[in-house]
């Protein structure tokens, strides 16, 4: 293959967009991946001949998707059959005690008024409207952009005469102390503040700022015919039309480096490839920790274990259920959700867990269906293994919580249960980490690792890197991966016409490098 071709690391939903996106655009690109299908967390694995989703089931900011389908000349339309869900979740904290949310954000003010009363619902719409105000300045200049590594960048990119965009961003208060002004109400504080494990965090850690995680879930979520694996699946066959090459049990051993460029890559098999650029769509972890070779080490730094974000304990079940009408996400709260996350610090699986269910479809006459639960857990797959007996006291835990809120499973359901080891395992550096680095503090997203990395031509893509975890997310880390990967070349081959013309030389584009 040719030198300036680049080499994709990975096929998850990040290097999935970025190889749509480059062949697109006329780069050769070749993707190596270790397992046998793309998609990487988005995949699904059988339980007794069903095939159950195993990886993330919430699909927002669909416009994001749609326009990188659009860049990559197809249309998500074409590939995806999507259904947005008039129901945005069902929560319950005990037998009588439930709200569902709605796509309608005055049918979900109406609920919430009937749940706790008019205080409540009025808590709650002045709580939207300083979410949306929040997503509005972070938008464009933030999740959509490139990563900035302090604030002052971002303070320009907003306006530094809108002094009031900034300090509504509220950066450096505590998430849950800004939820008591909005809610009386301890259920809803607990509501609105899991969101923060949407990106692996704690409500109780996590600044302000994160209530924009609660305004993209209002604006709508969609179910996607197939379950999200059909979106992986979407991503390699327009990747494949554009030019694509894909290689699937393709463990890449070393990425290889020259005079501090990279130079392409060595395959576990000893097979060589070189290469102008290669994109890491793993865990940027994995670079420094050295997974990739000593060359490649320096390219991002090791994450030290307190800055980790949450792993999970994630069931795949085909089972009957009873007392509860289950909706497509499911929420059953703990009882005590400072003790929960406090379990979770100490290193130690929650005793009270908060569980989510999605209710996945029916796998036929019998009535069985198939459901996804998960249960945050800390991330420390690298240093425990569970045992069987710790996993039937994991499993009894989350059956406790189902059962205070209704909800009864037959008893032995069928399941193949994921721990934090099992994903420390599958996503190596990670100690089962699902999101990166935690989003505590007020300048955890401006050490989040962007799209550059420290070697020229190496850059990283996925839920990790910067703007964050989840599906959207990750789709926009491929594809700023893939604007810095066309900027660079375009930056590269002029700076080689200067530089046989006249001797000029140029500096080289490495701002946003990865931390």
Avoid at 61 to 75: K, L, N, T, Y
Wanted: proline content about 5%; overall charge neutral.
């Amino acid at each position: 293959m040719e030198k300036d071709q680049t080499i994709i690391i990975g096929a998850g939903i990040g290097g999935l967009v970025s190889a749509a996106l480059l062949s697109a655009r006329g780069v050769p690109v070749t993707v190596l991946e270790k397992e046998k299908s793309p998609g990487g967390k988005v995949r699904q694995l059988d339980v007794e001949g069903a095939n159950i989703d195993a990886g993330p089931t919430v699909f927002t900011m669909r416009d994001v998707i749609d326009d990188i389908f659009s860049a990559a000349g197809s249309s998500s339309d074409d590939h995806l059959e999507l259904e947005r869900a008039d129901m945005l979740a069902r929560h319950a904290w005990s037998r009588g005690e439930r709200l569902d949310l709605y796509a309608d954000p005055e049918k979900s003010a109406d609920a919430i008024g009937q749940f706790a009363g008019a205080r409540a619902a009025a808590g709650y719409r002045s709580f939207s409207k300083e979410a949306a105000r929040i997503y509005s300045i972070l938008d464009r200049s933030m999740l959509r952009n490139s990563k900035v590594s302090w604030p002052l960048p971002l303070m320009w990119r907003i306006g530094l005469w809108r002094l009031g965009d900034l300090i509504a961003i509220r950066p450096y208060e505590s998430l849950w102390k800004v939820l008591g002004e909005h809610f009386d109400d301890p259920r809803l504080r607990q509501l609105f503040g899991r969101y923060t494990t949407y990106c692996g965090s704690s409500p109780f850690q996590t600044p302000a700022t994160l209530m924009l995680i609660a305004h993209v879930e209002s604006q709508g979520v969609w179910k996607i015919r197939g379950g999200m694996n059909a979106l992986a699946n979407a991503l390699e066959k327009v990747a494949i039309k554009n030019g694509a090459r894909f290689r699937y049990d393709a463990p890449v051993a070393g990425i290889s480096v020259a005079r501090g460029r990279v130079t392409g890559v060595t395959l576990a098999s000893g097979e060589a490839m070189a290469a102008g650029s290669v994109i890491c769509n793993a865990d940027p972890a994995a670079l420094g920790s050295g997974l990739f070779g000593a060359d490649a080490s320096h390219a991002a730094s090791a994450m030290p274990r307190h800055k980790r974000s949450l792993s999970a304990f994630v069931w795949l079940a085909k089972a009957r259920t009873g007392g509860f009408d289950l909706d497509h996400h499911n929420v059953f709260f703990s009882s005590d959700y400072p003790a929960e996350f406090a379990d979770i610090r100490a290193g130690r699986p929650p005793g009270q867990p908060t569980a989510y269910v999605c209710r996945l479809g029916d796998t036929g006459p019998a009535g069985a269906q198939r459901l996804q639960i998960i249960v945050n857990a800390p991330a420390n797959g690298d240093v425990h293994q569970y045992t069987s007996e710790e996993k039937a006291e994991c499993t009894a835990n989350m059956l406790q919580t189902l059962t205070h809120c209704g909800l009864e499973m037959e008893p032995d359901f069928p399941h193949r249960l994921v721990t934090p080891s099992d994903f420390s395992t599958l996503f190596p550096a990670t100690s089962g980490a699902l999101y990166g680095r935690a989003s505590h503090g007020w300048a955890a997203s401006f050490l989040r690792p962007g799209s550059r990395t420290r070697i020229h031509g190496l850059y990283c893509a996925g839920g990790a890197t910067h703007p964050g975890a989840g599906v959207p997310m990750a789709a926009l880390s491929g594809q700023l991966a893939s604007e810095a990967v066309l900027s660079d070349r375009t930056s590269t081959r002029w700076f080689h016409r200067r530089a046989t013309a006249g001797g000029m030389s140029m500096r080289s584009a490495m701002t946003n490098a990865t931390g």
